[in-house]
Structure formats: structure tokens, C-alpha cells
């Protein structure tokens, strides 16, 4: 009994004896006046960063392979890599109409595949359901060679799914690698 009454005791205390303070809010009025004031005091704006200022980023040279001291030339895998690494200056502009109507474009191929192994899916069970009522070995023959041909089909569907979800995720890739902005992939 003595422990809810020790507590009770120093609640009233808290509330009755401690200083009551106003909360500590400011209004719109006096936060717009003190940026004012602070606006007033700079003397100079700060510089304000373009594209323009940064400057064009620096383009890779690929120069032609030479003989080291030995007189060889270097393996053809090495100058696959610089290959790989060069700057294709020979395709389209890859501006924002680019990327975004090659993404649309993969988008586009992954959403009808999907759509058509869905279909096929549903093909394959009304066969099944089919081949289960039939009596008729004749009719059951037909019916299973069907089957077996959309079978067949939902697996080169399937790969093709594997296919463009990889090729999004590689178009992905190049785009990050090229500093795309994530709105121009939409």
C-alpha cells in the first residue's frame, strides 16, 4: 500500500509544484519573419550548379593494339574487353525517347509472353479435363498429342519469360551504367 501512495505523492508534486511552461511552438508568421531577416543578412546568393558547369563527361579513347618489348601483341580477349568497355557512338541517340520507348518495348514483350503462357496454361488443363472424359482411345490419342504440343509450347514460353525478364534486367543494368535518370524509364 505504501508504493501507490508514494506514487501518487510525487505526481501531485510534479504536477503542482513544477513550473508550468508554454509549449515551445512557433507560429507561420514568426518562422516567415526570421527567414526573412536571415535572407536580409546574406550578402552574396550561393552558386547554383547546371549540367553546364560540370562540363561533358570524358569520352575513352580505344587506341589500336601495339607490341610490347617482346614484340607480341596482346591476347584478343583483352581487346574484346576494351571493346566491351568503348563507348558505341555508331547506334541511335540514346536520349530520354530512346530509353523510355525501349523500355516500354521490353515491358511490352514480357506482358504479352505472360499473357500467352497464361493462355496456354489454360489450354493445357481444358485438354486434360478433355482427355480424362474421353472414353475412346481413338479421341484420347488426339487429344494427348494436343496436349503434348501445348506442353511443349508453355515451355518455349516459359523460357521466353526467363528470356525477357533477363533482358529488362540487362537494359536495366546499361541504363545505370549509363547515369539514365529513373524517369526516362517510364
Not at 47 to 60: E, F, Q
Amino acid at each position: 500500500m505504501r508504493v501507490p501512495a508514494l506514487f501518487a505523492s510525487v505526481v501531485v508534486f510534479a504536477c503542482v509544484v513544477a513550473p508550468v511552461r508554454p509549449a515551445g511552438a512557433q507560429s507561420l508568421g514568426d518562422v516567415g519573419k526570421k527567414e526573412e531577416a536571415r535572407r536580409e543578412q546574406v550578402k552574396q546568393p550561393s552558386k547554383t550548379y547546371t549540367n553546364k558547369d560540370l562540363g561533358a563527361p570524358p569520352r575513352v579513347v580505344e587506341t589500336t593494339p601495339t607490341t610490347n618489348a617482346a614484340g607480341a601483341t596482346p591476347p584478343p580477349a583483352a581487346a574484346d574487353d576494351k571493346a566491351k568497355d568503348a563507348p558505341k557512338d555508331s547506334g541511335p541517340a540514346k536520349d530520354q525517347k530512346y530509353w523510355s520507348g525501349r523500355k516500354k518495348e521490353l515491358d511490352a514483350k514480357l506482358e504479352r509472353d505472360k499473357v500467352l503462357a497464361d493462355a496456354m496454361q489454360s489450354r493445357i488443363n481444358g485438354l486434360s479435363a478433355d482427355f480424362a472424359a474421353r472414353a475412346d482411345p481413338a479421341q484420347r490419342a488426339v487429344i494427348e498429342r494436343d496436349r503434348q504440343r501445348a506442353v511443349a509450347e508453355l515451355d518455349s514460353l516459359n523460357k521466353a519469360l526467363k528470356d525477357d525478364q533477363k533482358a529488362i534486367a540487362d537494359f536495366d543494368e546499361e541504363a545505370r551504367k549509363a547515369s539514365v535518370p529513373p524517369g526516362w524509364l517510364r
